[in-house]
């Protein structure tokens, strides 16, 4: 019997592989490596997520409406009371409307950072970026730039409005910046001031009514001592140096026109000292302490 012969066995080819990713990183022999690239963070993307954030809930949308609503609004209305009538310079009444706007800026530097320690928030914050230094300085920028650019329009368009509706003096390329880029720095470092004072306190009430003792109670204090002569040197003091007579010294126009307070633009350098000396302060806690 006749045996059929066997066809000779031809080894197949092995199907091609698929490439693999190369690894972002020496993996122990045996463990897993993602395929996900994985790239060193830095201050651009803190930004990015406090920028989003910022612009994302109705706190900001809210305070800085009514803030435009507020120096805009009012600087209308007391442009349209004083025309036709001369005031030196013609654009020193803005600072009305600018002196209530104020008073929303401030809850809105408190919030940037105090609501996310109110709500919890913050521990997901930092465990996204567990660079507290680099976290505050984010939200510092954020919201320092996105204040000055908001308040520095908003004076700019009263000033103009003030220097065709009232009569008056010229006002100077110095007074002109003042009026403007100046306001918009101070209001934006008073925002920035609240901000430290949140990141310090970590209480929204109260970080806002600290700030609003700081706006408001030295001139209350000096009003309520202005019959005392013994103490005219601090009532002079508390005046000079408060908050509202350094946005009317910005625009020419101080409350005590003797010479004895700061002029021209020493209130917006006193101001950045302060501002300054919080945030250090901020800085070195938001490193020292959990969140």
Known sequence: MQLAAVPPQVPQPHPA????????????????????????????HALAAEWTKIRSVRSTMWTLGVLVVLILGIGLLTATALSGHDVNPRIAFGFFGVMLGTLCIIPLGVLVIAAEYGTGMIRT????????????????????????????????????????MVGGREPTVDEWLRATVGTGLYVSLLGLLALAIG??????????????????LPMLLAVFMLGASSLQWLTKGLINYSVPNSL????????????????????????????????????????????
């Not at 302060?281 to 969140?291: C, I, P, S, T």
Request: glycine share 10%; charged share 10%; proline share 10%.
């Open 248 to 291: 009317a010294t910005l625009y020419g126009i101080p409350f005590l026109p003797d010479g004895s307070g700061p002029e021209g633009w020493t209130p917006l350098w006193i101001l950045t000292a302060v501002a300054g000396v919080a945030l250090g302060a901020a800085f070195l806690v938001q490193e020292r302490r959990d969140v």
């Open 17 to 44: 592989q698929p490439p693999q990713p190369a690894p972002n990183h020496q993996a122990p022999r045996g463990g897993y490596v993602s395929p996900i690239p994985v790239r060193p963070t830095h201050l651009g």
């Open 125 to 164: 914050t930092m465990t996204a970026c567990p660079s507290r230094a680099r976290v505050l300085a984010a939200k510092a920028i954020v919201f320092f730039l996105l204040a000055f650019v908001i308040t520095t329009l908003a004076a700019t368009l009263v000033a103009l409005a003030m220097s065709g």
């Open 199 to 216: 990141s310090l306190l970590r209480h929204s009430a109260g970080a806002i009514s600290a700030m609003f003792g700081v706006v408001l």
